[in-house]
Structures are given as structure tokens and as C-alpha cells.
């Protein structure tokens, strides 16, 4: 009877042993997709906290971009104003040029003409002019 216990216990220990490793294999196994759902959720949440970070930065820069635009559409509307001021000025102060030099180049005419006018006409004093003009001096105001 030893025999058969000893070979009874030898098969139970057997089969513990079997057991024992398909066990730690099913529940190491089970462990592991355990850790690794685990993992999965965490890093599903790292995800959803970077995309909503994400998303505020995007918004963010949205209205920036929308403040950004809409400070250099006034800079714009000034500049153009101001363009628009300085070449109302820059117009004038060209229109007063050319009319106080208009009005040089008329009364240096009249005195030329009186000079020819006269009885009798005062050729030298005349070409003086012209020729003070074409020598490139101005008449003063």
C-alpha cells in the first residue's frame, strides 16, 4: 500500500504542481492585461488632458489673433489718415511753391515788358533780367 500512496501522492503533487502552473499562468496573464488596461486608461486620460490644454491654447490664440487683426485694421484706417493728411499738406505747401513762383515769373514778365515799353525801350536793362534768370538766380519775394 506505501507503493500506491506514494505513487497516489507523487500524481497529486503532480497534478498540483500543473495546477499550480496553469494558475499562475491564467492569473499572470489576467495581471497583465490588467496593467495593461490600466495603462491604456491612463494614458487615455493623458490624452484627453493634453487636447483640452490644446484646444484652450487654440482659443487663446484665436482671440489674440482676432485682437492682433483687429488693432492693425485701426493702425491701418490711422495711417491712412494720416497719409492722407500729410499729402493734403504736402499739396498745399506744393500749390503755395508754385504759386509764389508763378507769381515771381509774372512780375519778372511785367518788368520786362515796361522795360520794352518804354519810349525809348530799355533793351539792356531787359536782357540784364533775362539773363540774371537764365543764370539760375531767383528773385527774391
Request: proline letters at 0%; a positive charge.
Given at each position: 500500500m506505501s507503493a500506491v500512496v506514494a505513487s497516489v501522492?507523487?500524481?497529486?503533487?503532480?497534478?498540483?504542481?500543473?495546477?499550480?502552473?496553469?494558475l499562475y499562468a491564467y492569473f499572470g496573464r489576467r495581471s497583465e492585461l490588467a496593467n495593461a488596461r490600466e495603462e491604456a486608461l491612463a494614458l487615455a486620460e493623458?490624452?484627453?488632458?493634453v487636447i483640452g490644454d490644446?484646444?484652450?491654447r487654440v482659443e487663446s490664440l484665436e482671440r489674440r489673433?482676432?485682437?492682433?487683426?483687429a488693432e492693425c485694421e485701426r493702425r491701418v484706417?490711422?495711417?491712412?489718415?494720416?497719409?492722407?493728411?500729410?499729402?493734403?499738406k504736402r499739396a498745399k505747401e506744393a500749390?503755395?511753391?508754385q504759386h509764389f513762383y508763378s507769381t515771381a515769373f509774372s512780375d519778372l514778365l511785367n518788368d520786362v515788358r515796361?522795360?520794352?515799353e518804354r519810349i525809348p525801350p530799355d533793351v539792356g536793362a531787359a536782357l540784364v533780367r533775362i539773363r540774371k534768370l537764365l543764370a539760375g538766380e531767383r528773385p527774391a519775394a
Open positions: 501522492i507523487a500524481a497529486l503533487s503532480a497534478f498540483a504542481a500543473v495546477v499550480s502552473v496553469v493623458t490624452r484627453r488632458q490644446l484646444r484652450r489673433h482676432k485682437r492682433t487683426k484706417v490711422s495711417c491712412k489718415r494720416h497719409s492722407t493728411r500729410r499729402g493734403c500749390y503755395r511753391t515796361s522795360d520794352l
